[in-house]
């Protein structure tokens, strides 16, 4: 036992004991000696903030910063994770060779995190298919059924800094896990009160690299999908800008449009090549504008009809068109998805597929423009907590029942489909090529055909604030922020009343112009949600895999006509300006 002196007096007990703990277990001594070196140097929010909690599954399964520490991804949280995991399985299927499919993303460590998590599955005996180099997660989610794998791990850290990495958990179905096997998983973890508990020791015999017949597969699965191939055909030489953002979207992307007829995509060569440093982008999310700079720039060069975007995993897509001024516009995810879905409604309307059984999913804080689409076409649409395992899971639920159409939620996400069960930015590249081309077919540009959606279905606007509050001051503040509002709610927004108040937290919804209160019947989730008179829809959630509280708020206006649009999307712009500022945001 090797005694380190930690003499700060703001660490905790609790958390110098950790410390110490790692210290003297099986750690390398390139682990050991970056621990001492923070000591040395006194780094004390560094080591409280890499040891004062364990990584735990979020949203996303584990993410967190690179480096050691219990609250850090490295070699031994993913053993440790891996560990639980393979335990968990064992329980749940005795009697059976379990069998588990990994895959990894472009970022620094996903492939030795990789291997790692294939060596600990390997050494608890479990059957391991590993992809032999980068792929994207949807295409995870689809190799575990087509395996027919018990689980599946990807390593990515989705469209965070490059700093970060994570470790998303997959169930049999294809999709990530949720109660009750997130939670037993990290009981299973828990109990592992020792890094000697891990078992690193890879059996080659268990470990088999993923053949190329489930890309074929996964492609084929969604070029089948395909719903306006008369007019891809008469359109498939428009121009499309794809960037895969240094990411995995390279790997599959430029392949899935070329099968759905498109002859002319250009790749942002700047950033084709995958590297987890990202260099040319300070975040590679294509939620974030100047992620897209260099695909906008040559879009303007050559003229394009369409930009698309995917991040590092390739589960989030983002988009640029012309829009009505003749100018470059990136979409946000609301309106790329309520498009998304509007044209997917509307093609199987055409295609008289629509027989009373179909539904479409969005997420609680996903705009409110899809229900009303849904509902005025026959189709309904379901709503889910955050998170796309909540979709995957009412998939699941309704399977044999009612026929899936598409789903998405405001993050960028979108699945078209059931092959997949979790978000799938390839084959969402697909589907908007294909609807811009429909749209093209019939003498429209893309963000024609939003601004007559609004005309009919009215004009929704949404926003997203993101605070930071990093460490563990910040997590106690995030708390405090979400129990002021519960003890305190507004009685009116931008004045308007507040009529309804939904504590997915408490799990009860209060009506409160009668006073009724109805149970939620969703798992539990720190969210609140504010519905005023006027429709504006307000809604606080801390998000689970990053140290942020997000605000997403949702106005709507008629649209008297496309020509209105300007003049009302100033008018909402301006409402939402208000509300931020009455909620002291900003």
Known sequence: ??????????????????????????????????????????????????????????????????????????????????????????????NEQIKVAIAHDSRNNSDYFAKITAEVFSANGIKVYLFKELRPTPELSFAIRYLKCHSGVVITASHNPKEYNGYKAYWNDGAQMIAPHDANVITEVRKI????????QRNDSLIETVSDKVDEAYLDQIVALSISKEAIKRQKNMKIVFTPIHGTGITMVPQVLKRFGFENVIVVEEQAKPDGNFPTVVYPNPEE??????????????????????DPDSDRVGIAVKNHKNEWQLLNGNQTGSLLLNYLVNAWKEAKQIKGKEFIVKTIVTSDIIQKIGESNGVKCYNTLTGFKYIAALIKELEGKEKFIGGGEESYGYLIGDNVRDKDAIASCAFIAEMVAYAKDSGLNLFDMMREMYVKYGYYKEKLISITKKGKTGAEEIQQMMKDLRATPPKTINGSRLVKLSDYQAQKEKDLVSGKETDIKFPKENVLQFLTEDGTLISARPSGTEPKIKFYFSVNEKLPSKEDFDKVSAQLDKKIDNIIAEMKLK
Do not use: C, H
Request: no cysteine; hydrophobic share 35%.
């Open 193 to 200: 009160s020792d890094l000697k508990d891990v078992k690193f």
């Open 1 to 94: 036992m090797e005694s380190v002196i930690i003499g700060s007096s703001k660490i905790d007990s609790a958390t110098k004991e950790k410390i110490q703990k790692w210290l003297d277990g099986s750690v390398d001594t390139e682990t050991r000696e970056s621990i001492k070196k923070l000591i040395k140097d006194n780094k004390e929010d560094e080591l409280i903030d890499s040891f004062y909690k364990d990584l735990e599954f979020g949203t996303g399964g584990l993410r967190g910063l690179m480096g050691p520490g219990s609250n850090r991804m490295n070699k031994y949280t993913i053993g440790m994770a891996t560990q639980g995991l393979a335990n968990y399985l064992k329980k749940n299927f005795p």
């Open 289 to 310: 504008s100047e992620a897209m700079t260099l695909a906008v720039k040559k879009a303007k060069e050559i003229d394009a009809d369409l930009v698309l975007a995917t």
